[in-house]
Each structure stands twice: as structure tokens, then as C-alpha cells.
């Protein structure tokens, strides 16, 4: 301490002790915020991942949904529909539709995986709602259970999407997609936003883990080998009484003839 | 009678046509072999069948245009089969038909009764048989026989019996009660109306109580199907309205038609579908049948909160559910 009591009152003090000062401020400053750093970073990104989104959206969407995504004759409001179902709708290629017809179908997406991300981002800053999910974060190898899975499948499911995951026909020209080959968080997202015809299933009402063990049923059904042979669509009496009645009944019929004609 | 008044003449046999193969040696070599190749065929058809079943591996598949990915081990199994099966009858049926003898003959017909002396014989010998068995002279065996028998026909009665006694009110009960709690099928946890979103769907069961067992029986008769709707969507009366809470409107999940579950709810057009007939029936308006071979409407069940906040049932239903029956009171 005799360091600091001989030179204290030097003409140089002052100023060192200064600059150690605010050297000191300036690093904790940094320091403190160094770890907000990336967020205030991510904070601006996203603001531009928005502004990316809202060009995107007058570009491709706002002809139906509204300048303001306020909805429009033809489209819905988008306003609280959250990014889950941005990220189901685009992600599936449903959205933009192709035409004006009863279904959004699946097909190639408009949109890539970024483009999406911000078109997400975008309705998901005009109100809250569901957020997007990747399928990382779909756990349902880990934490499903088919048998479970199969049980809330028969009972939730099974009447518009078929008891195999086949998909169905509703009214008037719509129809319950097949589930074979989607993507677990599309599957999931569907489920928490309820997409076209499709209602919603809480999370209260089928818990997060039971959503992941009906994306293990489903998953499994889509693994399932055909050990009887052909699967025939797997839809059951339709296809099967089709081949029956026509190939099986139109060889019987042939067989009948050839039978009773006489050999010349 | 003269031949004229005959109204049609006999027209006897049509005159017998040979065929080629009758006539022709060349086309009979060529028919016999037609004919070792069909059988062939069926016999390399049984060989595909045993070496399929012993010697194709069950997780192989093979690509079919059409059928797509197919199992070959069953596939082979089932060609096999059909080949070794259908060959053998193609192939009796084409040598029967091109070399087998094909002249019409003609076989009289003889009466069907029995020579005299063959049925004497018969009579006698019935005869002969009871006296030696002495039924005429041991009456205990043939009472006892004729009780045995009797008796024997009486399950037969038992049995038909069991197609009653007629259900009587017992299809009108369910076990939904005034301030039955609603539970998620599956999983049983009680719901609150926060719990589902404006477009949700619930399947629901009433609690069951301490000891209370739920047979299929009982789910075939309680299943519920919860909707939430926005509350100015609804089109209902004073009273159905009442039965509402807070947009969430329950129905029985039995179909008024033939009882499948009707359970295929189309967000969009709030229309409740039957998968089994497409009765449609709108939830705006207390599920009134919209299309379809439904009668009537689903019955609505009256639905309210407790103190906690769970969803429990108003009252029983006030109709029975699902399909007509005759002692049906509404």
C-alpha cells in the first residue's frame, strides 16, 4: 500500500485513474451485455426476418389475405393464427393455393425453408399464437408410445383420415390428406392449429406427449410392411370389392363361357 | 292324330358336328399336347408354392407395376396355389372338351322304386330287429328313451330364450347424470372450458365413479363430442342455447341412423359427418340433419361448469341415443 500512498498525489494520478475507471465501466459494460449481445442482434434480425416476411407476404399473399392479413371473401384473417400454422400451410406447399378449388392440396413448396421462416415470423408478429416447431424438437421416437398412439389415433382421427392414415373423403369435393410421408412437426402443427377443415386438438385435451405418441402410430403404420401382399391402398372394402367384382367376378364369367362352348 | 294338327314336330337330335381333332391327327397330337403343358403349368405351379413357403425369406418385397411393393414370399405362396389349382381343372376341362368322346348318347330313365321281393326283405328284417332288442317287452327302456329324447330338445328352447328379454328402457339410459363430470376419452382428466380453443374438438366419456367399471357397452351409449364454436355462430333456441357454455356445445357421438360414431367434424363448415352413411348434421343449428338417411337430429347434451370449473353434464340426455328401436319412446 506505501505504492499508492507515495504516488497519490501525483499529476498524473487523476488522469490514470480515470482512464482505469472508465476502462473498468466500459468492460463490465460489455461484459454484462455481452451475452444480451446476440439477442439484441437476433432482436434486429428479427425485425428484418419480419420486414423479409411482410415483403413476401404483399408479394404472394396479400391479394387474398389482406394487405394486413386481415383476411379477405375468399381468405381467412391470419391475424393470431401464429407461425405453426404458417409453417404447416407454406412448409406443405398448401399455401399459396393453385387454384380456387375446395382443397389446398399438398404439393412442392412455393416457398423455401427461409422464406417460410420469415413469412412465420411476419404472422406471427401481427398477434400471438402457435408457435412454429422443427422436427428436432418433435421427439417422438423418444417419448411416443404406438400402442397409445394407436388408441387416440382410432378415436380422434381414424374417421376422416382413415384407420390406416390413408386419408378420406369429406363433403363436397374436400378430403382428409393422407398422412403417409409427412413430416412430424407438419403432423404436429396441424394438430395444434387445426388447418382448413380440420378442428384443433388442445393441448389440454390430447396432452403434448400424446400428440408425439400418434406421430409414432402414424409413423409406424407407415413402416408397416404389406406381409399379405398387395396392400390395395389399404382402404379397405372399397378397392378390395372393386378388384373382386370386377377381376375376380369378370375372370368367373369368362371361365363360364369358355366352359360351355363347344370345341370345334 | 294326323301329322298336321301336331303344333311342333319333334325335332330330334341336331346332327353331330366332328370335331377337328375327331377328324384331324395332327390337330388331336396338338390338342394332347395343349393339354400336358396346362398340367404342367399346374405342376410348376405347386413347386413355386413349396419354394416360396420353404425358401423365400418373409421380408423380402419385389416391385409390381400396379400392386406395387408386394411381400414375394406370399405372393409366391398364393401364385403357386392358384396355378396349381387352376391348371389342373383348365387342362381336365380342355382334354374333356377336345379329345374325350363327345357323341350324344341317350340314357333311359328307370322307375326309382325297388324290386318287390328286395322290399319283403327289408320290412322282415325291421321286424326281426325290434323283437330281438325287445322294446315291446321292456317298457322301462323305451320310457326312459322317449323322456331322454324329449328332454334333449329343451336347450334348443333355453337357447332361443337368450335372444331376450327385450331391453325395455335400458337402450334410454346412459350414464351421464346431472353433474356427471366430462373426461377426455382416452385419459379420463376432467376439462375445463379454457382448455379447448374456438375449433377444437373433445372426445369425451362421463367420470367414472370410485369402483365404477366402463364396459364398451357403456362407451357405445355415452360417447360425447365436444365443439367449441364462436358463440355468435350458433343458431339455436333459448333452451339448446342454455345448453351451451361459452360456445361449447356437446352432442352424442352415436349416429341417430344405425349408430356409428359420428365424429368427422369439418372446422370450416361447422358440419358434423356419419363416416358410415354421410348423414351430415349442422352444429350451428343443435345438429339438425342436413343430408343423409338420418331421422333426427343428434341428441344435444346439456352442458354447464362446477365450482371448479369442469365441464360437467346439466342433466341426462332427454332422448335416448342412437339408432330407432321399437320400444323407442321419442
Known sequence: MKFISKYRRHKFATPLLLVIALSALGFTFSAATAAPASNSMSASAKSTLVEEGQTIFLKGCSSCHGLNAEGGAVAPSLIGVGAASVDFQVGTGRMPMQDMSQQAMRKKPVYNEEQTAALAAYVASLAPGPASLKNEEITWERDGNTADGGELFRNNCAMCHNFAGQGGALTQGKYAPTLMGVEPKHIYEAMITGPQSMPVFSDKIITPQEKLSIIKWIKAAESEPNLGGASLGRVGPVTEGLLIWVFGLGLLIGIAVWLTAKAR | ?330
Open chain 2, 1 to 330: 292324330m294326323s301329322k298336321e294338327l301336331e303344333p311342333l314336330s319333334d325335332p330330334g337330335l341336331p346332327e353331330h358336328i366332328h370335331r377337328r381333332a375327331d377328324t384331324d391327327p395332327i390337330a388331336a397330337k396338338r390338342a394332347e399336347q395343349q393339354v400336358a403343358i396346362l398340367f404342367s403349368l399346374s405342376a410348376l405351379g405347386t413347386v413355386l408354392f413349396i419354394y416360396s413357403f420353404f425358401f423365400v425369406k418373409e421380408d423380402v418385397f419385389i416391385f409390381l407395376p400396379i400392386l406395387g411393393n408386394t411381400n414375394a414370399h406370399q405372393l409366391g405362396i398364393g401364385l403357386g396355389m392358384a396355378a396349381g389349382l387352376f391348371f389342373i381343372g383348365i387342362g381336365a376341362v380342355h382334354w374333356a372338351k377336345t379329345l374325350m368322346p363327345d357323341q350324344e348318347v341317350i340314357a333311359q330313365r328307370h322307375e326309382f322304386k325297388s324290386e318287390p321281393e328286395d322290399r319283403d326283405a327289408f320290412v322282415k328284417a325291421a321286424k326281426e330287429g325290434a323283437e330281438v332288442a325287445g322294446l315291446g317287452r321292456r317298457p322301462l327302456i323305451k320310457r326312459t328313451l322317449i323322456g331322454a329324447a324329449a328332454l334333449a330338445g329343451l336347450p334348443a328352447v333355453f337357447m332361443l330364450r337368450d335372444l331376450g328379454p327385450l331391453p325395455g328402457k335400458e337402450l334410454e339410459k346412459t350414464n351421464w347424470k346431472s353433474g356427471t363430470r366430462l373426461v377426455t376419452d382416452p385419459g379420463d382428466r376432467p376439462i375445463k372450458a379454457s382448455d379447448l380453443e374456438v375449433g377444437a374438438v373433445a372426445q369425451v366419456l362421463p367420470e367414472l365413479l370410485p369402483g365404477q367399471k366402463r364396459t364398451l357397452e357403456d362407451i357405445g351409449k355415452d360417447a360425447v363430442l365436444l365443439i367449441r364454436l364462436r358463440p355468435a355462430e350458433f343458431q339455436l333456441d333459448e333452451e339448446r342455447l342454455s345448453w351451451t357454455h361459452e360456445g361449447i356445445i356437446a352432442f352424442s357421438k352415436i349416429c341417430s341412423h344405425m349408430g356409428c360414431a359420428v365424429a368427422l367434424y369439418e372446422q370450416t363448415t361447422k358440419h358434423l359427418l356419419c363416416p358410415c352413411h354421410q348423414s351430415t348434421f349442422d352444429v350451428t343449428r343443435a345438429a339438425k340433419v342436413i343430408f343423409g338417411p338420418a331421422a333426427r337430429p343428434l341428441p344435444q347434451l346439456a352442458i354447464t361448469v362446477d365450482a371448479e370449473g369442469n365441464l360437467i353434464a346439466k342433466q341426462p340426455f332427454t332422448e335416448a341415443v342412437g339408432p330407432s328401436f321399437w320400444e323407442r319412446s321419442s
